[in-house]
């Protein structure tokens, strides 16, 4: 089993000079291998990464494009894994794009990064760096500072170094053994999650769970962070000739100030702390969730369909649903706990969790409603919640399928349970029961 540990550094100027160029080698090492991807198969060639990186190394220590001003291969400087690691990744992302393609999902190419718009990294393998409490020995620069020691005891797979704002991470695979790996947990209880916008999350247990205040806070100031940086872009355009407003034309480099320069560095610092306390609040989230319960049950919510809606687009946006989605199906794997994925046509809020009943003129305004078959006053959320609980036990509430058009009020159509996805694990491992306890003998039963 596979963990990943991403430790802050704490690098020397010179340290962080070497980072900014290794970083910038590898993002240019991409763009190349792309282009010249692109190129052979316009040609009808069948490009692949290692013979592209073959082609690459015979090239870049002699071609001018890869050369200093000084005519010296600049490359040199840097050590070889950030420039060899880019063909794989690429190899990579083309699979990944092939395979969603195949699947039928929505298929994103690779495309070229851009300095300054793209994630900073480059790797470094196993066998070249080595770690000693909280130093790591990277190659061509010696010791690196780390905040803490590596949390994981394994074998050590791989480094990546990369950037968020201005600080420096280094994030090391560890291939652990499955005592590791696999966690206890604390309780074994069964819960429905609904995820919203008023409250981030409500469980059948009766909690609502907020977003973090600091959140707000920090979102307020980021509009004042943004408003000061795009006053300093507007001020640069005047200068330069240009109209307020205007868009420039492509290519075109304005000068950039001292303030202005300030003023992004600002603006980005800020975004990585909105994204700290994100990941914060979801992680506590998603492991408490793994940790105290065998069978999870949330909405399969469409994330992209629901970011067009532009009013929902920014609480969603805001408390990181993706992200709290794809920490689940990770930390589930961990505590061996059953996660359910409703399907995305059930009709969670809608029926009456207690008979059945499907209110057809619910609206996403209407926070509580009174079941008109038993008379039961809901709590929307809630009794979400306690629907998608449901589809965890022998208990789920018949459903019309969603192609009948209503029709599901008097609850006596054919039962057509609302479609249950466990979550498919790489090894092929899977429990079906969503109740049995499939990881007792790793965990010492208390
Ligand atoms: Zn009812």
Not at 179 to 192: I, K
Not at 382 to 408: C, F, H, I, M, Y
Request: aromatic residues 8%; proline residues 4%; glycine residues 6%.
């Amino acid at each position: 089993m596979q963990l990943t540990h991403k430790i802050a550094l704490r690098p020397t100027p010179e340290q962080v000079d070497y980072f900014e160029r290794a970083c910038d080698a590898a993002r240019r090492v991409w763009n190349w291998a792309l282009n010249e991807w692109n190129r052979q198969y316009a040609a009808g060639g069948k490009p692949n990464a290692m013979a592209l990186k073959k082609q690459f190394n015979a090239i870049k220590y002699t071609d001018p494009q890869w050369l200093d001003e000084n005519g010296r291969p600049w490359l040199q400087d840097i050590h070889r894994d950030a420039h060899a690691q880019p063909f794989r990744n690429l190899a990579k992302a083309w699979e990944r794009f092939f395979a969603d393609l195949k699947e039928g999902k929505k298929a994103h190419k690779p495309r070229f990064k851009k300095k300054g718009r793209c994630r900073d990294s480059f790797y470094v393998a196993n066998d070249k760096f080595t770690l000693n409490g909280k130093t790591i020995r990277l190659p061509r620069i010696g010791e690196v500072a780390m905040t803490e020691e590596l949390r994981f005891a394994g074998k050590i797979l791989g480094a990546t170094v990369s950037r968020t704002a201005d600080r420096w991470f280094v994030a090391i695979q560890v291939e652990v053994p499955d005592a590791q790996f696999y966690q206890c947990r604390t309780s074994h209880g069964v819960n429905g999650v609904d995820l919203g916008i008023k409250a981030v999350a409500t469980i059948s247990s009766g909690e609502v769970i907020e977003a973090p205040k600091p959140l707000k806070a920090a979102l307020r100031r980021l509009k004042i962070r943004s408003r000061r940086l795009s006053r300093k872009l507007e001020a640069a355009k005047k200068a330069a000739g240009f109209e307020r407003r205007a868009r420039l034309p492509k290519g075109t480099r304005l000068p950039v100030s001292n303030n202005r320069r300030k003023s992004a560095a600002a603006l980005a610092r800020l975004h990585a702390r909105i994204a700290n306390i994100r990941a914060d609040f979801t992680h506590k989230l998603t492991t408490r969730l793994c940790r105290e319960n065998q069978a999870l049950v949330i909405e399969d919510l469409n994330v992209k369909g629901m970011l067009e809606n532009e009013k929902l687009a920014r609480a969603i946006s805001d408390v990181g649903f993706g992200m709290l989605r794809s920490q689940l199906e990770y930390k589930a794997r961990r505590y061996g706990t059953h996660l359910i994925i409703a399907d995305r046509w059930y009709p969670s809020s809608r029926l009456c969790s207690i008979c059945g009943w499907k209110n057809e003129a619910l609206t996403l305004r209407d926070q509580k409603w009174v079941c008109a078959q038993c008379g039961a006053h809901h709590d929307r959320d809630l009794n979400a919640a306690l629907n998608l609980k449901r589809l965890a036990t022998e208990t789920a509430l018949p459903v019309a399928s969603p192609t009948s058009n209503g029709g599901a009020a008097s609850g006596t159509l054919p039962a057509v349970v609302g479609k249950v996805t466990p979550v498919r694990y790489d090894d092929g491992q899977q429990d079906t029961s969503g109740q049995e306890e499939n990881r007792a003998h790793l965990c010492a039963l208390s």
